[in-house]
């Protein structure tokens, strides 16, 4: 994979921790993006990669550790982190379903128009420059993501993967130095995942960084220069997809540590045994469940 | 217009009717019951004058005969729709049923109320004349003949809604759209002017009124005129508005009566407030129980400037302009004072703590008197005496003659408040046709997501909460010139008497969240409705309550719908279905694992 030959860091996450209550979701977790890279967070459900991207975006208030964007330390409002540079979508889409495609992605233009409430009511031509060149910007966006053909249908309407694509351009029309995506695959089939694939390594050509959340492992260690596994709330590992892919204690987390006498034993053993043999005598066009 | 590509509209196997009649014979029977119906109104339908309108005359329509005319006229139209009348064609675009059936049923209808109500009201069949007689048979027949047209679909609901294959309209010249809107803007004025001009004792006339509005509009709108009308409007946005606006201007001078001039202006002051709520309420989604506080702090607000000697303040007397910046700025502070602290709060906590606040400025104004508190608002007693507004010499407190017609004191602040009326407008779609505008609607829609989006979500939630205080201030001005005096009751969260709080509400979610005409057609029907239908006295909040019921049950969208909430609420009738589906999906995986 080609990356750009300047990698500083984008995004540097240190020592990010966030209680609540009793319960710590994320420990002392630390993480940088360089720029012109492509990040995955993997983890098992639950392992608390979506409380640590709330904490990067300023959602939540992290309880220990601070976030910095290309140097400066970010502070925790959600609009203040769009506007410093980093954009995010969210695992469950969250659109605004009542607004057209081309209005969502105007709102994505929030941070970067200055038009108030003054210059809406007088109309001056300031206010419609800005309003034309936001729409052109909108426009080529909804091109990028292949959408511009369905501009003024409502949100709501697009099926579930245009839905997808739409946060993306969204989160893109505020012109980040960090994509944060979480999810952007869930639910998709392997064409739409493939579709999605080609999608962020495009953003990734614009010189936008991505942290990208996934479950889907082929996805993430087709796409990714660094995977972090993040499990509990703490950071097992980090490194490239071989690395992590190799690491026992991340297939521990994943799959659990076998141990002697454990229930069912003789049953896997009796599984794969079988298996073993049928892979040998016939062809079988079945693939093997993990 | 197509005429003869077009067959009739019968689908190959002929549906039948409910009755089983030829299909001539069903329009024969619709055109003969409207010629009855239209026939019977130049007869007396009773002996005495006693009944409203006086219906005794032969020759000449009144009242409700009137009325009965009209709806029989429009049954005859969409009964030679039938024929494939050339030239008629475009009132039925689709040949459907149902709008011929609505079209009978308002003549039926308002044939039947009327005759019911000579009957009861006089005592007896005895009062009815031969006309009532013929008009009751006539729009039978009329409906029994429509009935008897090939039936739309098997349930109920298809004989009243609109059928799905009304084919685009035919394109007319610029100026021949423009001339379409000239004349509906023409005829919704003289329906209002004639509403609004019932004798408030001849309730029985306004029933009518009514009946023949909801069922001919309601023809009109399954026929898909409505539709094509609202296509019309958007493309000539700016002359619609500015027609409607003309006819609003015209109306003193047509309806040259000064009850009816101050019916005029109490419902465009409390339709400009809506207006402003509808900032709050319709587009940024917060619901505020509170609002008629700011109307308030704004009629006080000019009160204390105007120069009445009941004013804490009687030496100064601002001059209009100033009164206005007065009102509107007062507004704005209170707005902000109670927005910043409760705008932190989310959904009903929110509206909890402006219901609160509302009847803070109301109770706090009530004891601002000298004893519970210091003098300022004069207490309970309120600022009385507010002389009459002059603008530029131009006293508004007096009659003018322009012409022939004279203008009198509440036709003047008629026409100052329908600028005002038009400042809101403008104000709310030029703000919500903005960046401001599409942050208000994102917050509306989804909050989080919104401030991920960069949108400081206090920050523009509070310009809209003191937008619409501001707006509602504005139009508080002149409501204190209008009604000479200022007192703390009417500014409550209920009340049977606009304006409240609910009624605010309730004129911007019956007329239609997040557009201009609602929540101005809302607060006009919900005050003149009162207004008109006296013999409902104590009932009236029942009444009110009833059609609220109603019409969320069966328009939750409100009646003028905004594009996005007609989605939001009949998502098995979406307009707009992406036409296309997946790229070829047809594999049929989904992802394994995960």
Request: charged residues 15%.
């Amino acid at each position: 994979m080609t990356t750009t030959t300047a990698t500083s860091p984008v995004l540097e996450a240190t020592g990010v921790t966030m209680r609540f209550g009793g319960l710590t979701a994320v420990r002392n977790v630390d993480l940088t993006v360089n720029s012109g890279e492509i990040v995955g967070l993997i983890g098992p459900n639950g392992a608390g990669k979506t409380t640590f991207f709330n904490c990067l975006t300023g959602l939540y208030v992290p309880t220990e550790g601070k976030v910095a964007y290309k140097g400066t330390v970010l502070p925790p409002k959600p609009h203040l982190v769009t506007s410093a540079g980093i954009a995010r979508t969210f695992q469950n889409i969250r659109l605004f379903a009542n607004m057209t495609v081309l209005e969502n992605v105007l709102v994505g233009r929030h941070t970067r128009t200055k038009e108030g409430l003054w210059s809406a009511l007088l109309r001056g031509p300031g206010f419609r420059k800005a309003e034309a060149a936001s729409r052109e910007r909108a426009m080529e966006l909804l091109e990028f993501i292949g959408l511009a053909h369905k501009a003024d249908h409502l949100a709501r309407n697009l099926p579930y993967g245009e839905q997808r694509k739409l946060e993306i351009a969204r989160a893109l029309a505020s012109d980040p130095g960090l994509l944060l995506l979480d999810e952007p695959t869930a639910g998709m089939n392997p064409q739409e995942t493939r579709a999605t694939e080609e999608l962020v390594f495009a953003i990734r050509d614009k010189g936008i960084a991505v942290l990208v959340i996934e479950h889907d492992m082929r996805f993430i260690f087709n796409l990714c220069d660094r995977v972090a596994c993040l499990v509990q709330g703490e950071k097992l590992v980090e490194g490239t997809s071989e690395v992590v892919q190799g690491d026992e204690r991340v297939i521990a987390a994943y799959l659990g540590t076998p141990f002697e006498g454990a229930p069912g034993d003789e049953e896997i053993a009796e599984v794969e045994a079988a298996e073993a043999t049928g892979a040998q005598s016939t062809t079988s066009t079945e693939g093997s469940a993990q | 217009m197509t005429t003869t590509a077009k067959t009739t509209p019968t689908t190959p196997d002929t549906p039948r009717g409910l009755i089983p009649l030829p299909q001539s014979a069903a329009r024969v029977l619709i055109a003969l019951g409207a010629i009855g119906t239209i026939g019977s109104t130049y007869m007396s339908w009773t002996w005495t004058s006693d009944f409203p309108g006086d219906l005794t005359y032969y020759g000449s329509p009144a009242g409700l005969q009137i009325l009965d005319l009209v709806a029989g006229v429009l049954t005859l139209f969409y009964a030679l729709t039938r024929w494939n009348i050339r030239g008629l064609n475009w009132l039925n675009p689709a040949g459907a049923t149902a709008p011929v059936f609505l079209a009978a049923a308002s003549a039926f209808t308002v044939s039947w109320f009327s005759a019911l109500a000579i009957a009861i009201d006089l005592g007896g069949l005895v009062n009815l004349d031969p006309g009532a007689y013929l008009a009751a048979v006539a729009s039978l027949i009329a409906i029994l003949g429509a009935l008897a047209l090939p039936s739309p679909g098997n349930t109920a609901k298809a004989w009243v809604s609109k059928p799905d294959n009304i084919p685009p309209a035919g394109k007319l010249p610029a100026w021949g759209e423009r001339l379409v809107i000239t004349a509906a803007t023409a005829v919704g004025l003289i329906t209002f002017a004639y509403g609004i001009g019932v004798d408030p004792d001849a309730s029985e006339t306004f029933i009518g009124f009514l009946l023949l509005v909801v069922f001919g509009s309601w023809a009109l709108l399954a026929a898909g005129l409505v539709e094509r009308f609202s296509v019309l409007n958007a493309r000539h946005k700016g002359f619609a508005t500015s027609m409607a606006f003309l006819a609003a201007a015209i109306f003193p001078f047509v309806e040259n009566n000064e009850h009816n001039a101050n019916l005029g202006v109490n419902i465009l002051v409390v339709a400009t407030v809506a207006l402003g709520l509808n900032i709050v309420v319709g587009l940024t989604g917060l619901l505020d129980l509170g609002y008629v506080a700011f109307l308030g702090v704004g009629a006080y607000a000019a009160a204390l400037v105007s120069g009445s000697e009941f004013s804490r303040f009687s030496g100064i007397q601002f001059p209009f302009w100033a009164a206005m910046l007065t009102g509107m700025a007062a507004s704005l502070i209170f707005g902000v004072l109670i927005g910043a602290p409760t705008l932190r709060l989310r959904g009903d906590y929110l509206a909890i703590v402006t219901l609160g606040f509302g009847e803070i400025f109301r109770i706090t104004v009530n004891n601002l008197d000298g004893t519970s508190g210091p003098n300022i608002t004069n207490g309970p007693n309120g600022i009385s005496m507010i002389p009459d507004l002059e603008i530029f010499g131009f006293n508004l407190g007096s009659s003018h003659t322009i012409g022939s017609v004279t203008i009198g004191r509440f036709a003047n602040y008629l026409l100052l408040m329908l600028i005002i009326t038009a400042i809101v407008v403008l104000v709310f779609n030029r703000a919500a046709d903005s960046r401001i505008g599409r942050s208000w609607i994102a917050i509306r829609e989804d909050e989080t997501a919104a401030t991920a989006m960069g949108i400081n979500g206090f920050r523009v939630k509070l310009i809209a909460f003191a937008l619409g205080a501001s707006l509602a201030g504005l139009a508080g001005t002149v409501s204190a010139h209008v009604g000479y005096s200022v007192n703390p009751a009417p500014y409550q969260f209920a009340g049977s008497v606009p304006p409240n709080s609910a009624f605010l509400l309730a004129a911007v979610v019956l007329g239609g969240m997040g557009t201009v005409g609602g929540p101005i057609l809302g607060a006009t029907l919900l005050y003149l409705l009162p207004e008109k239908l006296s013999f409902l006295k104590e009932y009236q909040l029942f009444a009110f309550g009833l059609a609220l019921v109603i019409l969320m049950r069966f328009r939750p969208e409100g009646i003028i719908a905004n594009r996005r909430r007609q989605l939001e609420f009949h998502e098995t009738e979406q307009a707009d279905i992406p036409e296309q589906s997946l790229p070829d999906t047809t594999v049929g995986v989904t992802k394994a694992g995960a």
